[in-house]
């Protein structure tokens, strides 16, 4: 867990550390594991926690067959639920760190708005410095389906950093850096998507 991707927004939120083992036999004799565990409290306090729960009745309670978690179903309800995903896109073709000819090469990908259309998608082979439209192949009687795009692009010999972005049918943008919406466990990130590639 790197300290300098956690800001303030971060911090202000209550953490929750899950401390769990799946047997009786586990709780007694591999203390070094429950150790462990309880010690990433001092890690959250260290990270600039303040406000941290600890959620730990559900030690030597096995999660197969119909056993009940108290704690485990505790946290869930409390948790916030992710209906909607956001705006997104992605370079699928080609890979990242392939090695291209020089001249005019075929990206592909997808862009994704859950129930909102993709009104728009572009593609910049410097990185976001300039950017070239894409070609939308959209199916309006499937929402909450990708949209396939592809693009053309001319590429000179060195490396290229590839970057896609689209916009939904509200007009809103992707975020273009993954700072405006890092999170620990990664949820919701939907900046900017970045391929680099060399050419020769």
């Known amino acids: 867990m790197s300290g300098d991707k956690i800001g303030p927004q971060h911090r202000a939120r209550k953490a929750v550390l899950y401390v769990r083992q799946s047997s009786a036999h586990q709780v007694q004799h591999n203390r070094e594991s429950q150790l462990l565990q309880?010690?990433?409290?001092?890690?959250?306090?260290?990270?600039?926690?303040?406000?941290?729960?600890?959620?730990?009745?559900?030690?030597?309670?096995?999660?197969?067959?119909?056993?009940?978690?108290?704690?485990?179903?505790?946290?869930?309800?409390?948790?916030?639920?992710?209906?909607?995903?956001?705006?997104?896109?992605?370079i699928c073709?080609?890979?990242?760190?392939?090695?291209?000819?020089?001249?005019?090469?075929?990206?592909?990908?997808?862009?994704?708005?859950?129930?909102?259309?993709?009104?728009?998608?572009?593609?910049?082979?410097?990185?976001?410095?300039?950017?070239?439209?894409?070609?939308?192949?959209?199916?309006?009687?499937?929402?909450?389906?990708?949209?396939?795009?592809?693009?053309?692009?001319?590429?000179?010999r060195g490396n290229h950093d590839l970057v896609v972005r689209a916009w939904d049918g509200s007009g809103e943008m992707q975020p273009d850096t993954i700072a405006d919406v890092w999170n620990f466990p990664g949820y919701l990130c939907d900046a900017w998507h970045l391929v680099p590639v060399s050419v020769s």
């Open 38 to 90: 309880y010690a990433m409290r001092d890690r959250l306090l260290v990270l600039g926690w303040s406000q941290i729960e600890v959620v730990d009745e559900d030690l030597g309670c096995s999660a197969a067959g119909g056993t009940t978690r108290a704690g485990f179903e505790r946290m869930v309800a409390e948790a916030t639920t992710i209906n909607e995903m956001p705006l997104n896109s992605a």
């Open 93 to 156: 073709e080609p890979a990242p760190h392939a090695a291209l000819q020089a001249g005019v090469n075929l990206v592909r990908g997808y862009a994704i708005a859950t129930a909102r259309s993709i009104a728009r998608v572009e593609v910049s082979i410097d990185g976001g410095q300039s950017w070239q439209q894409a070609e939308l192949e959209q199916h309006p009687e499937a929402p909450w389906s990708w949209t396939f795009w592809s693009a053309e692009i001319n590429l000179g």
